[in-house]
C-alpha cells in the first residue's frame, strides 16, 4: 500500500484522531530536553539534569555530584512517570549497552543494563539460543525489563525473575555490588521489580534457552470453558512455548487463543528476525480503522483473523523480536494508545471476566482487546504481582488526551483495579498512576517492607512519580 505525502498528512491527522477531539497541547512531549517523556506522551516529568551513562564510573559521579532525587530512565515505555521525579535527575540508561560475557555453552549471557532486547537477539541469535522470558516486544531495554518484573507469553515460565541469575547496582553511596540469590539475596529480589528504587542496575546476567522453530494454532472456546482447556491443552502439553487468548469488544465473552508449539516443519517465514527500522503502515492504518471506523471492530474478524489463522512456521527468535513500532500511531496529539494489566487467581477467572466485561460495555473505554495469559506463583521477589498462580488481563484501549477523557479514564480503571481486589488479585505497576493510595496498597501491601529496605540500604532518594505517589 502506498500514498501521495497529502493524503499521507491527512491520513496522520485524522489516525491521531484530531478531526474529533480538541487538541490538547499540553499532551505533547514538548521540545524541552528536561521534559522527560513516555510513549503515551501523557504525564511528562520535568527534571532539573539528564546524566548520560556509559558505564558504572558515570552513575557513580552523577550521584555524587547531585545531591537530590533521583530516577532511572531506560527505554520509556512505561507510562506514569515511572523514570522521572519532578526537578530530579534523570540517568539515562540507554548509552550503557554493551555485552560483558557471553558463554554459548552454558547459555549464559551477561550485559549492561541499557541494551534492548533486540540488541541482545543480535547477538545471540547466531549461536542458536534466545531470550529465555521477555515482553511479546523486543524494544525495551534489559535493566527496564527487570525493573518491572516483566512477563510474557510463555507457558510456566512467569516473570522475569526466574531467568536472572545476577545483577550488578550502583548503590546510593556509589557502591558497587554483586547481588543473586546467593549473595546480597535481599538486595536482588528488591531490585528485581523494584522501578529504581534500590540502586541503578548496571548490568544484568541472564540463563538462555535454546532457539527453534514454532508453529502458531487458533482457537476459540466459550469463556467459562477456557481455564479447563488451558490446563489440558496449553499447560499440560511441553511443547508449547508460547499462549495468549483475546477478548474482543463488545461481549469479550469469546476467548480468541493463539499457541505456539515447538515444530520441525519447514518456515513460512525464512527470516531469523524480525527487521530493524521496518515500516508498520499498514498494521497502523488497520489500528486507526478498527478504532475510529464505526463498526470497525468488526474488521479484526473480517480482515485479520482470516489472515492470522493461516499455518504458519518461524524461528522462536523472529516472534521474539517484534517491534513496539508496529502499534504506534502517526501521531498522539489528541488520542494515544494505552495498556493495562490485571491479575488473577486461577479459581476467579470467570467471574473476574464477566463483571470486567460489565465494566467494559458500559463504559466508554476505547478497547481494542483484552489479551489473557497466564503466570505461575513468583514467590521470592518482594514486590511480586504474581503472589499465586495467576491469570493476567492485558487491556489494550485507546484514549483521547483531552482532561476530561483522563478523567473518564481514572474512573474506569479505579473501577476495574478494585474488581481485581475483591477477586483476590492485584494490578500492574508500569501503567498509568489512577490507582488511589488505598488501592496501591492493598495491592502492594509488601510496599511497607519494600520502603523499610530502602532506607536501611539509604536508597530513598532513588525515586520517581510512582514512588512518590505512593509515599513509598
Ligand atoms: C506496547 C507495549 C507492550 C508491552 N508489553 C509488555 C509485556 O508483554 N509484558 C510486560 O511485562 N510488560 C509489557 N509492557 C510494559 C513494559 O514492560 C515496561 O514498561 C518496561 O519497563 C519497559 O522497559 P523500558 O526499558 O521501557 O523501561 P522504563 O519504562 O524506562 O523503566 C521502567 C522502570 O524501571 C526503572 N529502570 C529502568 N532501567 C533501570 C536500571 N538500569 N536500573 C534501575 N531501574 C531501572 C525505571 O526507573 C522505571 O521505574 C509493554 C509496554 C508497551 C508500551
Known amino acids: 500500500m502506498s500514498f501521495d505525502p497529502s493524503r499521507r498528512k491527512a491520513l496522520s491527522l ?9 487538541l490538547n497541547t499540553e499532551a505533547r512531549c514538548p521540545a524541552d530536553p528536561l521534559s522527560i517523556c513516555n510513549v503515551t506522551h501523557l504525564h511528562t516529568v520535568k527534571v532539573g539534569g539528564i546524566a548520560e551513562i556509559r558505564g558504572t564510573d558515570d552513575v557513580r559521579q552523577a550521584l555524587h555530584k547531585w545531591r537530590g532525587q533521583v530516577s532511572v530512565g531506560g527505554g520509556r515505555f512505561s507510562m506514569g512517570g515511572q523514570t522521572a521525579i519532578h526537578s530530579g535527575l534523570q540517568l539515562n540508561m540507554r548509552p550503557m549497552n554493551g555485552l560483558v560475557k557471553f558463554d554459548p555453552l552454558n547459555r549464559v549471557v551477561r550485559v549492561q543494563a541499557g541494551m534492548r532486547w533486540r540488541d541482545l537477539q543480535t547477538i545471540i541469535d547466531p549461536a542458536g539460543l534466545s531470550i529465555r522470558t521477555m515482553q511479546s516486544y523486543s524494544s525495551f531495554t534489559v535493566g527496564g525489563s527487570i525493573s518491572v518484573n516483566c512477563h510474557g507469553r510463555y507457558v510456566g515460565h512467569g ?32 531490585a528485581i521489580g523494584g522501578y529504581g528504587g534500590m540502586g541503578v542496575v548496571t548490568e544484568v546476567e541472564l540463563n ?65 528476525l524480525t ?11 488497520f489500528l486507526w480503522a478498527m478504532t475510529e471506523v464505526p463498526g470497525g471492530s ?34 498522539r496529539d489528541v488520542a494515544t494508545y494505552v495498556l493495562q494489566e490485571y491479575f488473577v487467581p486461577e479459581r476467579h477467572f470467570v467471574s473476574f471476566a464477566r463483571r470486567m466485561s460489565k465494566i467494559l460495555q458500559s463504559t466508554p473505554t476505547g478497547t481494542v482487546n483484552v489479551s489473557i495469559r497466564h503466570s505461575p506463583a513468583d514467590l521470592a521477589v518482594l514486590m511480586a504481582w504474581a503472589q499465586q498462580d495467576v491469570f493476567s488481563f492485558v487491556v489494550y484501549y485507546k484514549q483521547r488526551v483531552s482532561i476530561q477523557a483522563q478523567q473518564q479514564v481514572a474512573q474506569w480503571t479505579r473501577a476495574m483495579i478494585d474488581l481485581a481486589l475483591s477477586h483476590e488479585g492485584t494490578y500492574y505497576l508500569p501503567y498509568q498512576l489512577h490507582a488511589t493510595q488505598e488501592q496501591f496498597q492493598r495491592a502492594y501491601p509488601q510496599a511497607t517492607m519494600f520502603k523499610k529496605l530502602r532506607q536501611q540500604v539509604g536508597a530513598s532518594r532513588f525515586t520517581n512519580t510512582m514512588w512518590a505517589q505512593y509515599q513509598v
Request: proline share 8%; aromatic share 8%; net charge negative.
Open 208 to 272: 538462555l534457552d535454546d532457539n527453534f522453530r514454532i508453529e502458531r494454532s487458533t482457537n476459540r472456546v466459550s469463556i467459562e470453558d477456557y481455564p479447563a482447556w488451558f490446563r489440558e491443552r496449553v499447560q499440560s502439553n511441553p511443547k508449547v512455548l508460547l499462549h495468549n487468548a483475546d477478548l474482543f469488544p463488545g461481549k469479550f465473552d469469546y476467548p480468541r487463543c493463539v499457541t505456539w508449539t515447538r515444530t520441525e516443519k519447514p518456515l513460512t517465514v525464512h527470516e531469523r
Open 14 to 22: 485524522i489516525a491521531g484522531g484530531m478531526v474529533l477531539a480538541p
Open 275 to 285: 527487521p530493524l527500522g521496518g515500516r508498520y503502515t499498514k498494521e497502523q492504518l
Open 159 to 190: 516473570p522475569i525473575s526466574r531467568s536472572v541469575r545476577a545483577l550488578q547496582l550502583v548503590l546510593p553511596d556509589g557502591e558497587l555490588v554483586e547481588a543473586s540469590r546467593e549473595i546480597n539475596a535481599e538486595i536482588f529480589h528488591a
Open 298 to 331: 468488526s474488521l479484526r474478524e473480517k480482515v485479520a483473523m482470516p489472515i492470522e489463522d493461516k499455518p504458519a512456521v518461524v524461528w522462536r527468535n523472529y516472534e521474539a523480536s517484534l517491534d513496539v513500532a508496529q502499534l504506534e500511531p502517526a501521531n
